[in-house]
């Protein structure tokens, strides 16, 4: 059973951190490409960052870049996204995800067949 858990959301003034996490379980996590995507309200959910199997590689949304680090720790099955320099524009809930590397390039938000409940991000003075 494919279970995503995300946690360590909440509410912070613009130029703060936060440090999500997201225990995956179900699956064989370290055969698999990770991602963190967000929606705020009245918008579509965004890829904000992306991990490869071996942390070889980390794209990020331009948005983003320059401000968050996704890891992950294939030993925990767990996926992280610190959240650095925090603008309003950042408040969304936040979700993580996983996909065969083979298929994630093609693979819109609306191709995932599983979704945890998220993590609320808030951003305001």
């Known amino acids: 059973q494919v279970q995503f858990v995300e946690s360590g959301g909440g509410s912070v003034q613009p130029g703060g951190s936060l440090r999500l996490s997201c225990a995956a379980s179900?699956?064989?996590?370290?055969?698999?490409?990770m991602s963190w995507h967000r929606q705020a309200p009245g918008k579509e959910r965004e890829l904000v960052a992306a991990i490869t199997v071996g942390s070889t590689l980390r794209k990020y949304a331009d948005s983003v870049k320059g401000r968050f680090t996704i890891s992950r720790d294939n030993a925990k099955n767990t996926l992280y996204l610190q959240m650095n320099s925090l603008k309003p524009d950042d408040t969304a809930v936040y979700y993580c995800?996983?996909?065969?590397?083979?298929?994630?390039?093609?693979?819109?938000?609306?191709?995932?067949?599983?979704w945890g409940q998220g993590t609320q991000v808030t951003v305001s003075s």
């Open positions: 179900g699956f064989t996590f370290s055969s698999y490409f």
């Open positions: 995800n996983a996909a065969p590397g083979s298929y994630f390039f093609k693979m819109t938000p609306n191709d995932y067949d599983y």
